[in-house]
């Protein structure tokens, strides 16, 4: 890594029935590419596994117990630094790290680390935070929209992202609910009840021409619905009135 979110993710998962996989992620403050490889074999809870990337010159190589099960050319980051990575472990990702080493082309070692004693001189830390809740409503914890209420004061909107894990991601919705405040500042516990919400009116308008518009009539000779149902597919087709210059 770059910086603490600026450069490659090697991600591990697995249900322990079904084939395991490897997901590679370049972030540059959020993902700008990705990857995913399917393992040989299944990843268990609770097994050790000893993950190798090593870097030639552009080329990044991944195996997992001996065998190679990545390799890809990125240039974006030659130099950073290394470290591990849990995202919300109580509840959706959890692993252990054991005997961490980083060796240069010449072999000497760079960093070796098998954690045996409670030092951790060698790593940052991730900033302390407050749990404010022991609930994330039902889902993922996915963002905080800051909006403007009726009155004019601000309100922040806690969502967190429903999906199932179905294949159709547009069935999935999200638990929405006003963020609340301690006298201090303090966020409270989410309640994840509803709320009734009342926001301020926006301005009506009117859209903007398009430019180059292939048709007298703007949207009106296209159909309009939003069918959200199990094994539908839809498509739409055009014929094109003039040739592009």
């Known amino acids: 890594?770059?910086?603490?979110?600026?450069?490659?993710l090697f991600l591990l998962s697995g249900s322990g029935e079904t084939k395991g996989?490897?997901?590679?992620?370049?972030?540059?403050?959020?993902?700008?590419?990705?990857h995913a490889v399917t393992l040989p074999y299944p990843i268990h809870p609770g097994e050790w596994h000893h993950v190798s990337v090593t870097v030639a010159g552009q080329r990044i190589t991944t195996t997992l117990?001996?065998?190679?099960?990545?390799?890809?050319?990125?240039?974006?980051?030659?130099?950073?630094?290394?470290?591990?990575?849990e995202w919300n472990g109580a509840n959706?990702?959890?692993?252990?790290?054991?005997?961490?080493?980083?060796?240069?082309?010449?072999?000497s070692v760079l960093l070796a680390d098998?954690?045996?004693?409670?030092?951790?001189?060698?790593?940052?830390?991730p900033l302390a935070g407050n749990k404010i809740s022991d609930n994330s409503c039902g889902g993922q914890p996915a963002h905080v929209a800051p909006?403007?209420?009726?009155?004019?004061?601000?309100?922040?909107?806690?969502?967190?992202?429903?999906?199932?894990?179905?294949?159709?991601?547009?069935?999935?919705?999200?638990?929405?609910?006003?963020?609340?405040?301690?006298a201090d500042g303090m966020i409270q516990p989410l309640r994840c009840d509803n709320s009734v919400v009342a926001l301020a009116?926006?301005?009506?308008?009117?859209?903007?021409?398009?430019?180059?518009l292939d048709?007298?009539?703007?949207?009106?000779?296209?159909?309009?619905?939003?069918?959200?149902?199990?094994?539908?597919r839809y498509g739409q087709t055009f014929s094109v009135g003039r040739r592009a210059r």
Do not use: I
Request: hydrophobic share 35%; net charge negative; glycine share 10%.
């Open 1 to 8: 890594m770059k910086t603490s979110d600026n450069g490659y």
């Open 21 to 34: 996989k490897l997901t590679v992620l370049e972030r540059a403050g959020a993902t700008v590419n990705s």
């Open 65 to 85: 117990n001996g065998l190679q099960v990545d390799s890809f050319t990125d240039g974006t980051y030659p130099a950073g630094g290394v470290g591990f990575r």
């Open 92 to 107: 959706l990702e959890s692993a252990r790290f054991d005997n961490a080493k980083v060796v240069a082309p010449d072999g």
């Open 114 to 125: 098998d954690f045996s004693s409670s030092d951790l001189a060698s790593w940052v830390p």
């Open 147 to 182: 909006l403007t209420g009726v009155d004019g004061r601000p309100v922040y909107m806690y969502f967190s992202d429903l999906w199932d894990f179905h294949t159709n991601e547009a069935l999935a919705n999200y638990h929405w609910e006003p963020l609340r405040f301690d």
């Open 201 to 212: 009116s926006g301005h009506p308008g009117q859209a903007d021409p398009v430019p180059g």
């Open 215 to 232: 048709q007298s009539s703007e949207s009106g000779a296209f159909s309009h619905a939003c069918p959200v149902a199990l094994g539908a």
